[in-house]
């Protein structure tokens, strides 16, 4: 195989309706390492599932070696030597590592029967000739996550596969186990086979690939040598140039006051898949400002999002709410003491797709809907409809909510969390994720007037139109660590924050202090 | 939710089909004469009062079991014990109202209804303390604490509490007077039935209308969101399968009061499957318990009606059963066009 | 009778109950490994007795007797696996739902064929027992392990053959990796409802043998002949880690269990009742230990 070329890729997912891919392309030829890099959505992963064969294109061609092709599943394109690593690996407990990787092509003994030893045996055999070292005895839930990583690409290779592709592999391994792939990475390549990979880190990149294609919002928007292009460009060209919003006039607080909530050196082990961790964080926010906290996913965002929810307990440092403890989750107070939520999963934790509206809408303040026990349900109907009609959402308070457009489900949760009285601490994760133009800059609107009415915010986000929208103060996480904190003036822009973002630079820390932060 | 809804009521149309088409399948495999079984098995059981009569005495145990069938599954918990919870809470009442003199009557049916909802009671707790505290599957723990309790009972009503004077396997008989009475002779129906019919309108009122009923549901509905409104989901394992066990003991209790008056061996035997169907038809609706029961017992008392025409037997109708409950759970019916996945969609 | 003479009927009575646990739990073993919990048994090794014993006395054929009883489980075990796997019901109650027809069909045709719902005694020809004339002779071991049918025998070459099936084929293979990652299996371009599909009916043929094994040597069919052995299958299966040779341990203490609790019930007297209710009983206490063992395990953690 000489070349792979996939041209004007269209994919649409009816079920979230989105266009993952829009006039997608990409170029691969033999004996190079290809990175595919962008956001999150950006739609790498959906191109390069289209090319192992585990989704279809909608429109557009996929040629290999100027001839036509299209599979129907990933044993079509195993067929022609292209297979995938996936980014949650596959192996199988119960088996060994030896039968992992020869698993569905096994050596026969007998012509029928299967070995243990035999399969091992040509799994060892593999492993010697491509240069791996793992035990193909060891039981697979005792391979280290490396090992296991490695169990995958050998299987592709035992099936004598050209073009592999690896989804962020990088993302669960040690300093050591990255060099030890990329070795392995540098060892195929010159064998004459591709490697894909598909990653949002510009470092590495740098580091392992010949060749990078950069994708954003379902399109690729370029294509470079590693070689002639630096860091900064790349992260530029990740992030794009953004639409200029118009700046609003910042909310400065007084110095002096007790600060609605407090990060005092809160550390976090052990989060999601044991990679992504909080180390260190140390911020205040206080009344009538906006906090922007931003991060790529995986860097720390969501652990953040479940320590303010009361879902996770930190494991050093500590949390205050106006200078005392921290309120459980969702304690019966919580309405009252005045904190409202907007979770980042809307459907599961932000709302009840089952229930209606207006079951939607009483089920955080049962208390004030239930008296005595019973329902009122007058006061249920006048409730949400008022929000209904204060927040303009299309529906009625008896519909479901899974009738419901994503972005009004928001709008509901919205008007749940956000409503008169205005809470003291807002927490907002992703408020505007997925809504159209009109509500998101409703939900701007209704955001910055809680500001005004003195409540502190607390805004997560990955998306930097938001927080430069919203923020007064913007703080970058990278890898669970403050990387930067500064104030949201001329200064910043998207390459500035993408760049740090991505470990880019030099930590920077705010030039004047505003309300006793930067601790 | 439109879209579950629709597919839904299709499995629920093509499981009374399917039930209906089995019955008179099998009446065509195993009966003589046909079209004189099917009069029997569809047309007989309306046509006279004592027939009538009897296909409402038996919605009575359906519904009230029914119900609490529906609690447990809102909640996301499955009670299957509701034979040993049934047949428990029977021996309860009638211990009770052979222990107390015969008067008040209404004293002594009171009385002895809480103990059988006591006894059920204790028997779903049981199960729901095993999830909330071990993790252990309630469905597994209910369905095995139920078959021992009907163990136990078959002992008791052989052994130390058979009546010395009957030949049968059978415990005393409640006091005549004691007895719920009777509102349609020469049928078996007594008042039972407004009982019945009061609990299905109260569990509606509870579910739709309480807190108690509204964290329940949302429990059920969304584990993730109910925890996040801070709602103790272990608590709301606990209470269902209690309140599930205790419904189903006084439908025993209403069954000896209201048509057998003492507990033979075995005499509510099938009735927590039965209301199992039932709720499954019902898709857990308090009200919609009446009429899935209704349909249910007309199936039933089609089958008694046959075997007492001709020779065909009545566990025909565990033939429908096993029919209902094979189908009704179904989330997808290949051969009706309305299920294909759509274009682009994962399956 | 001698003290060996006693351990040799009472090891002797062991090994012939534990028979029909060995097929039951062998057939349940493929549906473990595919990642199903069968409560199905019950009623597949119902339907198995009944019809083994019914052909083979209408035919006066045993080995007729004996493919028409795992037949009949089969067909049974592949409208359970269908409904469940292609319909995506609910397992739990479709297994009901095989228990409950078995349990109403059995009822519906004995009163229909025999005109009673009770014990069917039948005319069929008897089981030979291969070794009793010339090993059987042999103190302890000729009555512990040479008396038995051909039943036993074979129940002992299916733990092998169930061994070999599992570890050693393809197909095989392929199942437990359905059970223990589905999506690794369809990553790989295997599908694995199939394997599962596969898996229930295997489990269908095995318990039709468990059937057959109970009512051929009877000559009679009894109603609720499987009398929770089912549920015995599921728990050895559990205790013997899902590795068959240990399965068959735990079938044996089981067995014996019975046993000598027969033996006793006739020394001492205790309700039918107690003894019918101990498989049940043993699994919610194999339930429950299972548990509170996975719990210690997570808090050591």
Request: aromatic share 8%; glycine share 10%.
């Amino acid at each position: 195989m000489k070349s792979i070329v996939l041209e004007n890729i269209d994919k649409f997912f009816p079920s979230s309706g989105t266009w993952a891919n829009r006039k997608a392309s990409l170029r691969l030829s033999a004996g190079e390492i290809h990175a595919v890099i962008g956001e999150n959505g950006a739609g790498k992963t959906t191109l390069m599932r289209i090319l192992a064969g585990l989704e279809t294109l909608d429109s557009g061609s996929l040629r290999i070696d100027s001839l036509p092709v299209s599979f129907r599943s990933p044993a079509d394109a195993m067929k022609l030597g292209i297979g995938m690593v996936h980014q949650h690996f596959l192996t199988i407990p119960g088996f060994s590592a030896g039968e992992n990787i020869v698993f569905g092509e096994e050596p026969r003994v007998c012509g029928f029967f299967v070995g243990r030893k035999s399969s091992e045996e040509a799994a060892a055999a593999a492993m010697r000739r491509f240069g791996f070292s793992i035990d193909p005895v060891k039981a697979a839930e005792l391979l280290t996550v490396g090992e296991r990583q490695q169990v995958e690409i050998l299987k592709l290779l035992y099936r004598d596969c050209e073009v592999l592709i690896l989804d962020e592999p990088t993302s669960v391994l040690t300093e050591q186990e990255i060099q030890s792939l990329f070795s392995i990475l540098r060892r195929l390549k010159a064998e004459g086979r591709t490697i894909v990979i598909i990653t949002h880190k510009v470092k590495e990149v740098k580091e392992i690939a010949d060749v990078v294609s950069v994708m954003r919002e379902g399109a690729t928007v370029g294509s470079f040598k590693t070689s002639e292009v630096s860091e900064f460009a790349l992260s530029a060209s990740m992030m794009g140039k953004a639409v200029f919003r118009g700046h609003r006039p910042r909310a400065l607080s007084l110095p002096g006051i007790e600060p609605v909530l407090k990060f005092e050196a809160l550390s976090l082990r052990s989060g999601h898949r044991g990679a992504a961790r909080l180390e260190n964080i140390s911020l205040s926010v206080g009344a009538g400002e906006i906090c922007g906290i931003c991060a790529i996913s995986g860097n720390g965002l969501s652990e953040l999002e479940d320590l303010l929810a009361g879902m996770l307990k930190p494991s050093s440092g500590a949390l205050r709410f106006l200078g005392g403890t921290y309120p459980r989750l969702r304690s019966a107070p919580w309405k009252s003491r005045g904190i409202g939520y907007v979770p980042s999963d809307r459907m599961k934790r932000g709302s009840c797709a089952g229930k209606t509206v207006a079951e939607n809408f009483i089920a955080l303040d049962r208390a004030t809907f239930f008296p005595k026990g019973i329902l009122d349900a007058e006061a249920a109907k006048t409730a949400s409809a008022d929000a209904i009609r204060e927040f303009s959402i299309k529906a009625n308070p008896g519909n479901y909510v899974d009738e419901l457009s994503g972005g009004n489900v928001q709008k509901m949760i919205l008007a749940r969390e956000l409503s008169d009285p205005p809470p003291r601490l807002c927490i907002l994760c992703e408020p505007t994720w997925g809504l159209d133009a009109a509500s998101t800059e409703f939900a701007y609107d209704r955001i910055l007037s809680l500001r005004e009415k003195g409540s502190a915010i607390v805004l997560l986000s990955s998306d930097l139109d938001e927080i430069m929208t919203l923020a007064d103060r913007i703080v970058v996480l990278h890898k669970g660590a403050v990387k930067g904190v500064m104030a949201n003036d001329q200064d910043v822009t998207r390459e500035k924050l993408g760049a740090l973002m991505l470990g880019l630079g030099a930590t920077q820390t705010l030039t004047r202090s505003i309300g006793g932060s930067n601790d | 939710m439109i879209e579950q809804e629709r597919k839904r009521g299709k499995v629920l149309i093509a499981t009374i089909a399917a039930a209906i088409a089995s019955a008179c399948l099998l009446i065509l495999l195993f009966s003589k004469d046909f079209a004189g079984s099917l009069y029997l098995f569809f047309i007989a059981p309306l046509a006279n009062s004592y027939y009538l009569g009897n296909l409402m005495a038996s919605m009575v145990p359906l519904i009230v079991a029914g119900l609490g069938v529906a609690f447990a599954f809102e909640s996301r918990n499955f009670n299957l014990g509701g034979e040993g919870q049934i047949y428990a809470g029977a021996l309860a009442a009638t211990l009770v109202a052979l222990l107390l003199p015969e008067s008040p009557a209404l004293g002594v049916q009171l009385l002895s209804c809480a103990a059988a909802a006591a006894a059920g009671g204790l028997i779903g707790a049981f199960s729901g303390m095993l999830k909330r505290r071990l993790g252990v599957d309630e469905l597994i723990s209910s369905f095995l604490a139920s078959s021992l309790i009907v163990l136990l009972v078959d002992y008791m009503v052989t052994g130390p509490l058979q009546d010395p004077a009957s030949n049968f396997q059978t415990t005393r008989a409640i006091a005549p007077a004691t007895a719920f009475a009777k509102i349609f002779l020469p049928s078996s129906l007594s008042i039972g039935i407004f009982v019945a019919l009061i609990v299905s309108l109260a569990g509606k009122a509870v579910m739709d209308k309480t807190r108690f009923g509204f964290e329940l549901k949302l429990c059920g509905a969304n584990g993730e969101f109910a925890h996040y409104a801070g709602i103790d989901s272990g608590r709301y394992t606990l209470i269902p399968m209690a309140l599930s066990g205790a419904l189903h003991g006084l439908a025993g209790s209403l069954m000896i009061f209201g048509s057998y008056y003492r507990v033979m061996r075995g005499f509510s035997s099938g009735i927590g499957w039965s209301a199992i169907a039932v709720s499954l038809i019902a898709k857990n609706n308090p009200l919609a318990l009446i009429p899935a029961a209704a349909f249910y017992s007309y199936l039933d008392s089609g089958a008694k009606s046959v075997m007492m025409g001709s020779d065909v037997s009545s566990e025909i109708v565990a033939i429908v059963q096993a029919v209902i409950f094979l189908l009704i759970t179904a989330s997808r019916l290949p051969f009706i066009k309305a299920f294909a996945p759509k274009k682009g969609g994962s399956e | 009778m001698n003290r060996l003479g006693t351990a040799g009927m009472l090891a002797g009575n062991a090994i012939a109950a534990m028979t029909p646990l060995i097929f039951a739990s062998m057939g349940g073993l493929f549906t473990e490994l595919a990642g199903m919990l069968n409560i199905a048994l019950e009623g597949l090794i119902l339907v198995g007795a009944f019809f083994a014993i019914v052909i083979a006395s209408a035919t006066q054929s045993l080995f007729a007797g004996f493919i028409a009883g795992s037949l009949a489980a089969m067909i049974l075990a592949w409208v359970y696996g269908a409904a469940t796997i292609r319909l995506k019901a609910n397992i739990f109650v479709t297994g009901l739902a095989a228990n409950i027809f078995a349990s109403g069909l059995t009822v519906v045709l004995s009163n229909q064929w025999f005109g009673t719902k009770g014990v069917i005694a039948l005319k069929a020809p008897e089981l030979t027992r291969p070794f009793v004339g010339t090993l059987g002779g042999i103190p302890f071991l000729g009555q512990a392990l040479f008396s038995h049918n051909i039943f036993s025998y074979l129940s002992w070459i299916c733990v092998i053959a169930t061994w070999i099936i599992i570890h050693k084929t393809p197909a095989g293979i392929r199942m437990r990796a359905t059970g223990a990652n589905a999506e690794a299996v369809a990553a790989s371009g295997f599908k694995p409802n199939a394997y599962r599909l596969q898996a229930i009916v295997m489990s269908g043929f095995f318990c039709g043998m468990a059937g057959a094994s109970l009512s051929l040597p009877l000559a009679a069919y009894v109603p609720n002949m499987s009398a929770g052995r089912g549920w015995i299958a599921l728990v050895a299966i559990y205790l013997g880690a899902r590795k068959p040779g240990r399965i068959a341990i735990a079938c044996f203490v089981f067995a014996f269990a019975e046993s000598y609790s027969n033996y006793a019930q006739g020394l001492f007297r205790i309700p039918s009742e107690f003894m019918l209710a101990i498989p049940y009983a043993a699994t919610l206490i194999a339930l429950l230990a299972a548990s509170l063992a996975e719990r210690a395990r997570r808090v050591n953690r």
